[in-house]
């Protein structure tokens, strides 16, 4: 018959710790989470010593202001990317109360690259499911393309199909992969 071995807190209690040892444990804690805080908030150190002369509640107004100014920088450059991309947009959207349907037709640029081809699509709207994208690299395998790596991305209100085709030459070649595509893309 095995006898447990008496409790380290010597409370005589069922395994919950004593209050020293959970006070213990939470300090230990508290002084991790300052430290990585620390680690996190690098800011010069005081002119009066080291690091460690300042009080936990300094640092914490460190670190709360710091984030303020992360913050603020974050919605500066927020605002920047919104005026840039918008910048372009914004010339297409005033245009396009004229005519909606120019707007949105599709372009699509190619560059043949030898027996490679180099495809970018904008679309006039971005797609509500990934059909039209599908659609596009069907077409360039339908006509004879291996397409050998094809992604989209969504830029303000349009998005940009690139794929990228190796070329046979049979079946007419790049231009026939190119006349399919241009069907695949306006037939959205």
């Keep these: 018959m095995e006898i447990p071995p008496p409790s380290a807190g010597g409370g005589g209690g069922g395994g919950k710790p004593d209050r020293k040892t959970t006070e213990r444990i939470r300090r230990e804690q508290m002084n991790k989470l300052y430290s990585h805080l620390d680690s996190l908030v690098r800011s010069a150190p005081p002119t ?55 707007a949105a037709a599709p372009e699509v640029e190619v560059q043949h690259l030898g027996s490679g081809l180099h495809a970018i699509l904008f679309t006039g709207a971005p797609p509500t499911d990934g059909a039209s994208f599908h659609r596009a690299v069907r077409a360039v395998e339908d006509a004879g393309g291996q397409v050998q790596n094809a992604h989209f991305s969504v830029a303000g209100a349009k998005a940009v199909y690139t794929i990228h085709a190796m070329i046979g030459d049979g079946y007419g070649g790049i231009e026939r992969v190119v006349q399919r595509l241009k069907e695949a893309i306006r037939s959205n």
Excluded at 58 to 71: F, H, K, P, S, W
């Design 48 to 102: 009066g010593g080291a690091a460690a002369a300042t009080t936990r509640p300094d640092r914490l107004g460190v670190a709360a202001e710091y984030i303020r100014q992360t913050q603020e920088r974050v919605d500066m450059l927020r605002e920047k990317k919104r005026e840039l991309t918008g910048g372009g947009g914004g010339g297409s959207s005033s245009s396009s109360g004229a005519g909606a349907a120019t």
